[in-house]
């Protein structure tokens, strides 16, 4: 399957999986025990480190509802395409997709790509235009957000799609369902969002 994302400007960039090439990473250690201010203010660390619904988060911090572009779905078999190396419990062949998180006028907060058992996908995404978490709240799956890593690097073709300079900080984190992991999901978030959580860096 192949597809293209459209940006802002009307320009396309490959739908191939969007990883930041990174500046600085940070494992399970950091995830629990959270940034220096100097390094990542107060307010993102919030909503990279909080284990709570990310589409909600972003409703209650915007005011406004969070809309669904997917991007891209493509069964990619067993090859990971270079997705964190805990891709590999969730079992496979996978199914990759990819999403635009944005509000009603179109502006992009968040992008984001996960990898599911392909043959199971539809067991948790009955509607795949919903966000994850709306589609699974709706079937009141129990879930557990297991978050792995954050990222801080560079992105050229998200610098198109989100219309601003990095670097960018992300994360990625594992979904378990009755104690198996049930997908990977990797996330980058604009620096629009810094209009609502402040600068990414706190004033000393």
Same mark, same amino acid.
């Given at each position: 399957?192949?597809?293209?994302i ?17 500046i600085w990473q ?12 100097q390094?990542?203010?107060t ?10 619904? *990310?589409?909600?988060? $972003?409703? !209650?911090?915007? @005011? =406004? %509802? ?9 069964v ?8 964190p ?19 009603a ?24 235009s ?5 589609s ?14 954050i990222?801080?690097? *560079?992105?050229?073709? $998200?610098e !198109?799609?989100? @219309? =601003? %300079? ?24 604009s620096?629009c ?12």
């Amino acid at each position: 399957m192949t597809s293209t994302i459209q940006t802002s400007k009307g320009l396309s960039i490959p739908a191939s999986w969007h990883a930041l090439q990174p500046i600085w990473q940070g494992g399970e250690e950091v995830v629990q025990c959270g940034l220096p201010k100097q390094q990542l203010a107060t307010t993102w660390q919030m909503l990279l480190l909080g284990d709570g619904s *990310h589409t909600r988060n $972003l409703q !209650l911090l915007t @005011g =406004e %509802p969070v809309e669904v572009d997917v991007i891209d779905m493509s069964v990619i078999g067993t090859d990971p395409e270079g997705a964190p190396e805990i891709v590999k419990v969730v079992p496979n062949p996978w199914m990759r997709r990819q999403v635009w998180l944005r509000n009603a006028a179109g502006q992009r907060l968040t992008y984001a790509a996960s990898w599911w058992e392909a043959s199971h996908l539809d067991e948790y995404l009955e509607n795949r235009s919903l966000p994850i978490w709306t589609s699974l709240a709706r079937s009141r799956t129990e879930l557990y957000r297991d978050i792995q890593g954050i990222h801080y690097g *560079h992105s050229p073709a $998200l610098e !198109l799609a989100f @219309g =601003e %300079p990095g670097p960018f900080w992300g994360r990625h984190y594992l979904f378990w369902h009755n104690e198996q992991p049930i997908t990977l999901i990797y996330e980058v978030f604009s620096p629009c969002l810094s209009k609502y959580l402040g600068e990414t860096v706190e004033n000393q």
